[in-house]
């Protein structure tokens, strides 16, 4: 018990800054609310902690390589960019209209993550060995800042893009990205902090790119009861001679 303990300890330390400098921030600030706040992102940050010691240590050997495999073909969002490709070439206009709305949030989210808020909250990537992380399940651990995690927000973006044009599909992508998203989580490069915030960036700027695209090009925006026909007037001949009319010329 003592070496378990003890080989958490350095997974604790490293995730320990982002909650750390939050918390510290509102204790400097003053106040009673601000002292709450304080003590709930401590508790949040051991909550985070233990679930990642709780995942590292549950032993899974039937559901590490799956996830491992699907870790790995969300690298650099190839598994979304194969779901866009297919979308196109069976999806007809709607579907390349989708297709273009994902790629587009995964662009934007990526900029978003890794330039804007990894650099803001340089929190050290996890310990996976000292937690107890098994060998079977390692993927790659990638040199950036841990949070948040870079794969889950992408895959958020992509299905919340695609399901505003497609909403089962939309569904059923963000089943496969919630996998996606814990997936980092077994294979030790994410705390579940990370993924959650992913998760809710994805989700949020997927909407707004796909809403922005919306207002932009209404008249490529595919009609749920097939194209509609414009109306025309009739012009002052045919409203005069219509059945009915009082008007004998």
């Known amino acids: 018990m003592a070496r378990r303990d003890s080989a958490r300890a350095p997974a604790a330390r490293a995730s320990a800054s982002v909650e750390q400098r939050l ?3 509102f204790v400097r600030r003053g106040g009673p609310a601000c002292q709450r706040a304080a003590r709930g992102l401590r508790e949040l940050g051991a909550m985070d902690r233990a679930i990642y010691s709780a995942v590292a240590a549950t ?18 969002s190839v598994l979304w960019l194969a779901v866009a490709g297919g979308l196109s070439l069976v999806g007809g206009a709607a579907g390349r209209r989708a297709a273009v709305k994902g790629t587009m949030a995964i662009g934007v989210t990526s900029a978003l993550v890794n330039l804007a808020v990894k650099s803001a909250w340089s929190r050290q990537r996890p310990d996976r060995a000292g937690a107890g992380v098994p060998v079977r399940r390692n993927v790659r651990m990638p040199a950036s800042t841990s949070f948040p995690s870079g794969h889950a927000a ?3 973006a992509f299905a919340a893009a695609i399901g505003r044009d497609q909403p089962w599909l939309g569904l059923a992508l963000r089943f496969l990205a919630a996998a996606v998203a814990y997936s980092r989580v077994h294979t030790g490069v994410h705390y579940p902090g990370d993924a959650v915030v992913g998760s809710l960036i994805g989700e949020g700027t997927g909407q707004a790119v796909g809403g922005l695209i919306d207002r932009l090009a209404p008249t490529l925006k595919p009609s749920r009861s097939g194209p509609r026909k414009r109306h025309e007037p009739p012009d002052a001949a045919d409203a005069e001679g219509a ?3 009082s008007r004998t010329g």
């Open 23 to 25: 918390a510290g921030e």
């Open 59 to 76: 032993p899974t050997p039937s559901l590490d390589e799956p996830l491992r495999r699907l870790s790995n073909a969300a690298n650099h």
């Open 154 to 156: 992408s895959g958020f």
């Open 243 to 245: 059945p009915g009319s």
